[in-house]
């Protein structure tokens, strides 16, 4: 069975039959792997560039905004009108996210969710991976190191209330297992000076995250 995804896990259970989803920042394959677990979502993405979509991705969509880099095309987005807005490691690529963060609150219905995910303080301090970005510095295109607290800050500013916020974590058993996976390969960087970090993020505390629900009144 697929693993499913811990922004995904946070919602499950909470969302109607056929939800709205906002994802802000739709790359590498997201609409595709929103249906997977939201087959009946209406899945909208938003994104200054498409990046690695493939076609089945572009059909995948049911709508599409163009942003812009200086923070334009937010307005062509309708107000009060998603169950869940996404903003899954997008905010590092942003000069200052805080008023983007703040109009997208004002996207959710009622009662709706809010994912924000991004590197953590601790990311700084990572080992250089050879697959994946584990160091902060090590992916140009982060230009904003985000705090949690500024993050929940905007929420409540804005209306949301916050759930869950902190550091990213996997359930009990993966995270052992993940013990297992990150000893070897400490063993294998001894020998060769290479050390993967695919599948490492939430061992190694790479992700924070702030989760909150629009109030209804």
């Known amino acids: 069975m697929a693993h499913c995804p811990m922004k995904f896990r946070m919602v499950r ?9 906002l994802d802000i920042g739709c790359g590498n394959g997201s609409p595709t792997l929103t249906k997977r677990w939201f087959s009946s979502c ?18 995948a969509m049911d709508a599409y905004f163009q942003l812009g880099e200086d923070g334009s095309g937010y307005d062509a987005i309708p107000d009060a009108s998603y169950d869940l807005v996404i903003l899954n490691h997008v905010v590092e690529h942003m000069r200052d996210p805080r008023p ?31 697959d994946e970005t584990l160091r902060f510095q090590d992916d140009p295109t982060h230009v904003y190191l985000p705090e949690v607290s500024e993050m929940v800050n905007v929420l409540l500013a804005n209306g ?35 050390f993967s970090g695919r599948g490492m993020w939430y061992f190694l505390g790479f992700e924070d995250h702030v989760f909150g629900q629009r109030k209804t009144g």
């Not at 209406?42 to 059909?59: E, I, M, N, P, T």
């Not at 703040?102 to 301090?125: D, E, H, M, N, Q």
């Not at 759930?163 to 297992?177: K, P, V, Y």
């Open 13 to 21: 259970g909470k969302l109607g039959a056929a939800p709205r989803i």
């Open 42 to 59: 209406h899945y909208a993405g938003a994104d200054v560039r498409r990046y690695r979509l493939s076609d089945a991705d572009v059909g």
């Open 100 to 130: 983007v963060v703040a109009t997208l609150c004002a996207k959710l219905k009622p009662g709706g969710y809010i994912w924000i995910a991004f590197p953590s303080v601790r990311s700084l301090g990572l080992p250089h991976a050879e």
């Open 160 to 194: 949301v209330s916050v759930l869950s916020a902190g550091r990213s974590r996997e359930g009990f058993l993966t995270t052992i297992a993940d013990g297992f996976k990150f000893s070897k390969r400490c063993v294998k960087w001894l020998f060769t000076g290479k």
